[in-house]
């Protein structure tokens, strides 16, 4: 399987734990995102990796949230001190250059109860 | 800063029934577009792209025009089917490329 790879598919996790997502992406790719997409709306950028060098981060990405990319290929997203505002499907892409389509994994639905 | 406003949905249609989906952006410089699709249950897609000022993007029946003079880049097909129904989002990437920005998508469904 050559596709973006994300990690569980689907949690469900008590407010106030903490929360850790894998993502594989393409192998080739040196370029990582994270999206975040509550029902009826857009995916929303939470941040952006070029190799292992995470290069921008969205205002939304509170403190709460952190993500890495160690070796420049797989990335984590966790999510400390969970809240019900977290609750949304986190989706992760790769790309191998500029201007090209980003393609997407499945994505990782959180539920905060 | 950069952003993209779709069309809202949701747009129903009766199948071989013509589509229009407007998408108008605002971005410096010159960005890359696209449009996305999520099929039911499955993940994002590409369904076409356009690079520059003019370029036509194609696939799947789908069609859509760069018009940097209008900032639009409205997705068409002349003849939808069943298949087609999905959510579909206009996205731009800016010109540094370090993030793709996305509009909030339209819901289409097609009847028999």
């Known amino acids: 399987d050559t596709g973006v790879s994300q990690d569980p598919r689907h949690k469900i996790t008590k407010r106030g734990q903490n929360v850790t997502f894998r993502c594989d992406p393409i192998?080739?790719?040196?370029?990582l995102y994270w999206y975040r997409q509550t029902l009826g709306q857009g995916p929303e950028f939470l941040t952006y990796f070029q190799n292992e060098a995470q290069l921008e981060k969205s205002r939304l990405l509170s403190d709460r949230f952190s993500a890495e990319r160690p070796k420049g290929s797989f990335s984590t997203l966790e999510i400390q001190r969970t809240e019900q505002g977290d609750s949304a499907m986190y989706l992760c892409a790769s790309s191998n250059r500029e201007d090209t389509e980003a393609f997407f994994g499945q994505g990782t639905r959180l539920t905060v109860v | 800063g950069n952003s993209v406003t779709q069309m809202e949905g949701p747009v129903t249609l009766s199948e071989e029934a013509f589509l229009t989906i407007n998408c108008t952006y605002t971005a410096t410089g010159y960005p890359s577009l696209f449009w996305y699709v999520q099929y039911p249950g499955e993940g994002l897609q590409l369904l076409l792209k356009a690079t520059k000022a003019d370029d036509k993007g194609s696939n799947k029946g789908f069609e859509a025009t760069y018009r940097k003079e209008t900032t639009s880049f409205h997705l068409e097909k002349g003849s939808v089917q069943v298949s087609d129904s999905a959510v579909y989002f206009c996205?731009?990437?800016?010109?540094?490329?370090?993030?793709?920005?996305f509009g909030s998508g339209t819901r289409l469904s097609i009847r028999p």
């Open positions: 996205a731009l990437s800016d010109s540094s490329a370090s993030k793709i920005i």
């Open positions: 192998s080739e790719h040196n370029r």
